[in-house]
């Protein structure tokens, strides 16, 4: 069969045919009277193998050594091939991940192109303070996409760049807030504790809901922190959680301001205290919680605060007695 019949069958250009010859990977068996080359059958096989190899992402020479070397081991190149592949796939989807903050920013020029493309690589630099200054210049000059706000908070391990990226993302109003709700369900823990910090720095309604849904969340870590926020916001939800706190010892003296905060509603006072003095009473709780609960009743109003701590200061553990009677002094004497 001549070239060009080859060419026609095969779908390979006669002049990569004659580059293939040239290479020495397909060699014509025959030559016509008049010069032509001629391919067997053996010949148009070989090059349909040529091809197949190709279709894979091997290269010329590659091809030739599958080929020629006897010692060849296809397992050892495939995996090559796969990991180069694997490779590619994710430089492209990083190209087109940008691309996509790009588009979402609407550029108005190329000026706002470049900026914005100098503050992604700034977000992902590994000098501290210029992370930190890219997150504070996306409020101030071209707004950074909120996903690459989002996706820097959640992996930042710089405590001042990661306060820097929460308050960019609450500069960017609840549009992030998907995104950060997606981060509460992640596996990694650092991530779940990163996003509910950031939504607790949101502050509107939406973020709120979060928040009142990350106090069923199985990370006791993020139903603390939602509890702390809430107890700000003046969500009465959070009390329960707060309360553990205080008898655990986690961020005690935050939960009890909170709680402080809380009870400036007088309803809402003898509730609390109701829920403190039951925790004192109860017969498993060791001394130190005792305390930090007594300590807890201090900023809290109201007659059922003050029967309690008038009670405790007859208490039979000391240190209790002893706090119970200092706070209800000093509560007199305002």
């Known amino acids: 069969m001549l070239i060009g019949d080859v060419a026609r069958r095969s779908g390979v250009s006669a002049r990569m045919l004659r580059h293939y010859d040239s290479l020495g990977l397909v060699r014509p068996t025959g030559r016509t009277d008049a ?3 001629e391919y067997s059958s053996e010949d148009i096989q ?5 091809e197949s190899l190709r279709s894979l992402g091997l290269s010329l020479r590659e091809v030739r050594r599958a080929f020629d070397d006897p010692g060849f081991t ?5 995996d090559d091939l796969i990991r180069q592949t694997q490779e590619r796939i994710a430089d492209e989807t990083e190209l087109l991940t940008r691309l996509r903050r790009i588009d979402a920013a609407e550029p108005a020029g190329w000026e706002d192109v470049l900026q ?17 200054r890219a997150a504070l210049s996306s409020v101030e000059e071209v ?10 908070a959640l992996s930042e391990t710089d405590p001042n760049v990661a306060g820097a990226l929460r308050w960019a993302l609450a500069q960017s109003g609840d549009s992030g807030l998907a995104l950060l709700a997606e981060g509460l369900g992640s596996p990694v823990a650092e991530v779940r504790k990163r996003a509910v910090q950031s939504i607790a720095e949101i502050p ?10 990350a106090l069923a969340n199985p990370d006791i870590v993020v139903r603390r922190y939602a509890a702390l926020a809430l107890g700000a916001r003046g969500v009465t939800d959070a009390v329960p959680t707060l309360i553990d706190m205080v008898v655990e010892g986690a961020n005690d003296v935050d939960a009890a301001d909170a709680l402080s905060a809380l009870a400036s509603r007088p309803a809402l006072a003898d509730q609390i205290a109701t829920r403190l003095v039951s925790c004192l009473a109860h017969g498993t709780v060791e001394s130190p919680a005792r305390r930090r609960l007594t300590q807890a009743l201090a900023d809290i109003p109201g007659i059922t605060a003050s029967r ?8 039979e ?12 002094g000093r509560r007199n004497a305002r």
């Open 116 to 132: 914005i493309v100098a503050l992604l690589q700034a977000l992902g630099s590994k000098s501290a303070g210029k992370r930190q």
């Open 143 to 152: 707004p950074v996409p909120v996903e690459a706000l989002v996706e820097a």
């Open 204 to 213: 509107n309604g939406e973020a709120t809901v979060l928040l009142q849904d």
């Open 35 to 37: 010069g032509y080359r």
């Open 317 to 328: 553990d000391r240190a209790v007695a002893l706090t119970a009677a200092y706070i209800l």
């Open 308 to 315: 309690a701590l008038a009670d405790l200061s007859h208490d």
């Open 46 to 50: 070989r090059i349909f193998h040529i």
């Open 74 to 78: 296809p397992s050892e190149l495939v």
